[in-house]
């Protein structure tokens, strides 16, 4: 069992509270699935793709044109985890008006960074969903034209959602499923955890990194300095 770190690595006041114990790192797929629903997003992202898909089926009037919304998402998903990553995840504290601002988003990803093996940071903060969630509901149902097909997009996107939780998860544990993509993904993150920061931006995918040049041979990259301290910030600078 690895250290309890206490408060959290961010160093935000607000998240100085106790942390529960660092789970053990998973080596079978029994020990993987106990660690990876331990934590509340890959509780709500379940909770929400069974909901959803449950909801489509009892809907029925199933057309051709279903299958628009869910592909475009599915097909754009590559860059947009690729965006998310790098620019958002990856942000800069920024200054506006006079003063600096260090997002959390920022904070704790550069938290996960300093410590990868800790699982306790690799999850989406679960102060996401109550923002993200209903947003994205009102955009769906608010701009396609049938219930259907919103219920639809939604369902694909919080499954794509869970599969990135899930392959994120697996980049930082000694588990993977015996199936050579998903142990391609490991292999990439910790690439991009442990070899160059600015690389391999994608997690459960590596298509955007294709499309966008930032999955080049790892044996021609140098390992990068700033690798366990992003932006030459540790976590303890951030607060």
């Known amino acids: 069992m690895r250290r309890d770190h206490g408060p959290s690595a961010n160093g935000d006041p607000a998240d100085r509270t106790p942390r529960a114990p660092e789970p053990m790192n998973p080596t079978t797929a029994g020990e993987f699935v106990r660690a990876f629903y331990r934590y509340t ?22 057309r051709p044109a279903d299958l628009i919304a869910p592909l475009c998402i599915l097909a754009f998903w590559p860059v947009l985890e690729w965006l998310i990553h790098a620019y958002l995840l990856h942000m800069k504290p920024f200054r506006l008006f006079g003063r600096t601002f260090d997002l959390k988003v920022g904070r704790t990803h550069r938290a996960h960074h300093a410590d990868p093996a800790d699982l306790r940071d ?63 993904r490991q292999r990439m993150h910790r690439l991009h955890h442990y070899r160059n920061e600015t690389l391999w931006w994608g997690v459960s995918t590596g298509l955007g990194d294709l ?24 976590p303890q600078q951030s607060g």
């Open 211 to 234: 499309l966008l040049g930032t999955a080049p041979d790892f044996r021609s990259v140098e390992k990068s300095p700033t690798v366990r301290d992003v932006h030459g910030r540790s």
């Open 41 to 62: 997003s890959p509780k709500i992202l379940t909770t929400l793709v069974v909901g959803l898909i449950g909801w489509r089926l009892a809907q029925g009037n199933w």
């Open 122 to 184: 690799i999850t989406i903060n679960k102060e996401v969903f109550p923002v993200v969630v209903p947003l994205l509901f009102v955009l769906a149902y608010g701009l396609l034209p049938s219930v259907e097909l919103a219920t639809g997009a939604l369902a694909m996107f919080f499954a794509l959602s869970l599969h990135y939780e899930f392959c994120h998860f697996i980049g930082h544990t000694t588990w993977a499923p015996p199936v050579e993509y998903y142990r391609r």
